[in-house]
């Protein structure tokens, strides 16, 4: 059962808002860490390509690769870090 209040509604919308919580050194960090990882995924899915694996539970590798270089890539680039937004303290 699903009990709603009046607070929920706040806390939905304060999630939804990404404020800045990096800096430009969080930023760089990131993106390059994303250019990275992206590159990576893609050097992977051609070598599986050119090996002619199947298309099976293999090719989650590179595209979990590819997906989180991405996110990392959006992070540096909106200024936001979900690991600092859920509380955790990072280095950069």
């Excluded at 059962?1 to 050194?25: E, F, G, P, T």
């Excluded at 090996?51 to 959006?74: D, H, R, V, Y």
């Excluded at 979900?82 to 280095?91: D, E, H």
Aim: proline share 2%; net charge negative; charged share 10%.
């Amino acid at each position: 059962m699903l009990i709603m209040n009046s607070h929920s509604y706040a806390i939905d919308v304060y999630w939804l808002s990404m404020q800045c919580n990096i800096d430009d050194v969080g930023k760089a960090v990131r993106l390059k860490l994303g250019i990275l990882a992206v590159t990576v995924g893609v050097l992977i899915s051609v070598g599986f390509f050119l090996l002619e694996f199947n298309f099976g539970i293999e090719w989650i590798i590179p595209l979990g690769i590819i997906g989180g270089g991405a996110f990392s890539m959006f992070e540096g680039w909106a200024g936001w870090c979900v690991v600092r937004a859920i509380g955790i303290k990072t280095p950069h």
